[in-house]
């Protein structure tokens, strides 16, 4: 009989990933205390393997130069010294009567190594019946292969979905975008990345 070492487990542990996903609220910030919570809440987020914000500002380009510092306040913050990437949405706008309004804003997919984001896409909209509905905030997909996982189950599709509030002005087009999202999905494989 032959006698197994102490340390050497009994049950190969599976690789495992960890998400997490907020509205960050384009970033509304002006008192020092919320600068301090935000960069707690990094360090938190900085351990997680995908991190999603949805509605980032998207001021001309300053989002970009945003997003880059966030990428690197979760590397700072990551224990292990891992480096994160990211990539964004196509800036959107909520339409109202037709109308743009308020301040355009992105999805921000953030991934840390070995991680890959592979592929991204916006979706801006889509149709339902004869119509062609635009989503407010356009949804990103991203494809990700995490090599930590088979081969055979290494790529993993991510959609961010931020939807108008359920408040009486804009249930309707919440719902109406919802049921064009759901209708349309089947026929979206080019924003799944031609992926199932």
Same mark, same amino acid.
């Given at each position: 009989? *032959?006698?197994?070492?102490? $340390? ?25 205390? #919320? ?5 707690? /809440?990094?360090?938190? /987020? ?16 300053? &989002? ?7 990428? %690197? ?29 308020? %301040?355009? #804003?992105? &999805?921000?997919?953030?991934?840390? $190594? ?13 149709? $339902? ?7 407010? &905030?356009?949804? /990103? ?9 088979? *081969? +055979?189950?290494? %790529? ?5 979905? &931020?939807?108008?509030?359920? +408040? ?29």
């Amino acid at each position: 009989t *032959e006698i197994i070492p102490e $340390d050497v487990p009994l049950m190969q542990r599976q690789p495992a990933i960890k998400f997490a996903a907020m509205n960050i609220l384009k970033f509304k910030t002006g008192r020092e205390t #919320e600068t301090e919570q935000f960069l707690a /809440l990094m360090r938190i /987020l900085a351990s997680m393997d995908v991190v999603v914000f949805s509605e980032v500002a998207a001021t001309r380009d300053e &989002h970009h130069k945003q997003n880059e510092v966030f990428c %690197q306040l979760l590397s700072d913050f990551s224990s292990n010294g891992a480096k994160f990437t990211c990539v964004s949405s196509t800036p959107s706008r909520v339409y109202s009567n037709g109308e743009a309004t308020g %301040q355009p #804003e992105v &999805h921000v997919v953030f991934a840390r $190594d070995p991680i890959k984001i592979m592929a991204h896409r916006t979706w801006e909209g889509s149709a $339902d019946g004869d119509d062609l509905v635009t989503f407010d &905030h356009a949804p /990103l997909t991203v494809l990700l292969e995490d090599p930590r996982f088979d *081969e +055979s189950c290494n %790529q993993i599709v991510l959609t961010s979905v &931020h939807l108008p509030p359920g +408040s009486s002005k804009r249930v309707n087009a919440r719902d109406r975008q919802l049921n064009a999202m759901i209708k349309g999905y089947p026929a979206e494989s080019g924003t799944r990345l031609g992926q199932a």
